[in-house]
């Protein structure tokens, strides 16, 4: 079956004018909520929360990836204590993790987050998530072959072609002309229940496009945290949506 390469096809990206009620009275109350959350603790306070939350993110973003990295084992990769080599490389994915988090969180607290959906900060996740990571981790294998990915790059060529399960994805040539038109839409999601609710559809639609050879999932999730801060609901880092993913399922 021929694919569709139209980047429309990603469309709708964005809730039209008729919201329920029921949908519009739930983002009033989580903005309500989080703001109590906010308001309760001091920013000081809230700071050193947030680092000991990042660690929980953390794990329940890898419960997602299948990896059961335990929390002693994170703790343990934050003090630069690795384990044997069968633990190491998830070691390194989830210290990345909670690096990457934790300079969202500081640029937004210094009023520095760029507009999470934007080209440019997507590549900056992925760039920064696989900064540090081994030729083994960035080595991407399959049947028949054995493809080296470059951290803080689309896919790009048919070489990079993927079927996610049932899935067909852009092929690697059109990924680009996707993530455009995916920037484009979601700039325009600004302010209130717009912004809040763009965040549950920027998530699938980046997932669908999966822009990457790996490392979708993690940068989806970072950017639907920080899509979280920006719309005001991320109550200074305290809540993630990694931690709220794991436990609808």
């Known amino acids: ?3 569709n390469e139209s980047a429309t096809r990603i469309e709708p990206c964005l809730f039209g004018e008729n919201i329920p009620t029921k949908t519009s009275d739930l983002v009033i109350d989580l903005v309500g909520k989080s703001s109590v959350l906010s308001a309760w603790l001091n920013p000081k306070t809230a700071e050193s929360l947030s680092s000991i939350v990042r660690t929980m993110n953390c794990y329940y973003s890898n419960l997602i990836e ?3 990295t335990k ?3 994170i703790e343990r990769a934050l003090n630069s204590d690795f384990e044997d080599d069968e633990k ?6 989830a210290l990345a993790h909670i690096e990457v988090q934790s300079k969202i969180d500081q640029m937004y607290m210094h009023g520095k987050l760029a507009n999470p959906t934007s080209i440019e900060f997507i590549l900056w996740l992925h760039k920064e998530f696989y900064n540090n990571a081994t030729e083994e981790m960035l080595t991407i294998k399959s049947d028949d072959r054995s493809i080296l990915m470059e951290a803080g790059s689309f896919r790009s060529t048919n070489e990079h072609n993927v079927i996610v399960g049932r899935h067909i994805p852009p092929r690697g040539q ?3 002309d996707f993530m455009r038109f995916f920037e484009d839409r979601y700039s325009q999601a600004t302010g ?3 912004q809040i609710m763009a965040i549950a559809s920027a998530h699938h639609r980046l997932a669908y496009i999966h822009p990457f050879l790996d490392g979708n999932g993690r940068v989806c999730r970072l950017m639907s945290h920080a899509m979280g ?6 109550a ?3 809540w993630s949506i990694s931690r709220g993913l794991v436990l609808s399922q």
């Not at 190491?88 to 994915?93: D, G």
């Not at 801060?229 to 991320?234: C, D, H, T, V, W």
């Open 229 to 234: 801060l920006k719309a005001g609901i991320g």
């Open 192 to 194: 209130g229940s717009s």
């Open 174 to 176: 059109y990924v680009l």
């Open 71 to 73: 929390l002693q084992d």
């Open 1 to 3: 079956m021929k694919n």
């Open 66 to 68: 299948g990896h059961n």
């Open 88 to 93: 190491i490389n998830l070691q390194f994915e």
């Open 236 to 238: 200074s880092g305290l």
